[in-house]
């Protein structure tokens, strides 16, 4: 089994920057790959971005590039979401997941990981 913890989240001004982070635990000892999601009210979770198990590969939505890094440090078995530049419309709960299944695939589809957090609220508000 697996647990992945989120933290990080807040509030935040327009403009502002915050550091997501995702902790797992349990089965570490094999490769996965992480993805971020939000998902804001009303609307259906929408995935943000996406590292590999090696670090090297990440790929974003459109409407982060530029603005959010993805990073992983596996020693810590954390990942992180850099979060620069923050708007109102970034304003949503923040989850992490796992794919043990595809550890070296950028995975935007939900129904690929395996395991997810219990998310992280991030607002965006003056």
């Known amino acids: 089994q697996v647990q992945l913890v989120e933290s990080g989240g807040g509030l935040v001004q327009p403009g502002g920057s915050l550091r997501l982070s995702c902790a797992a635990s349990g089965r570490t000892y094999s490769t996965y790959a992480v993805g971020w999601f939000r998902q804001a009210p009303g609307k259906e979770r929408e995935f943000v971005a996406a590292i590999s198990w090696s670090g090297s590969r990440t790929y974003y939505v459109d409407s982060v590039k530029g603005r959010f890094t993805i990073s992983r440090d596996n020693a810590e078995n954390t990942v992180y979401l850099e979060m620069n530049t923050l708007k109102p419309d970034d304003t949503a709960v923040y989850y992490c997941?796992?794919?043990?299944?595809?550890?070296?695939?950028?995975?935007?589809?939900?129904?690929?990981?395996?395991?997810w957090g219990q998310g992280t609220q991030v607002t965006v508000s003056s």
């Open positions: 997941a796992a794919s043990y299944g595809l550890p070296n695939r950028l995975i935007t589809t939900p129904k690929e990981y395996d395991y």
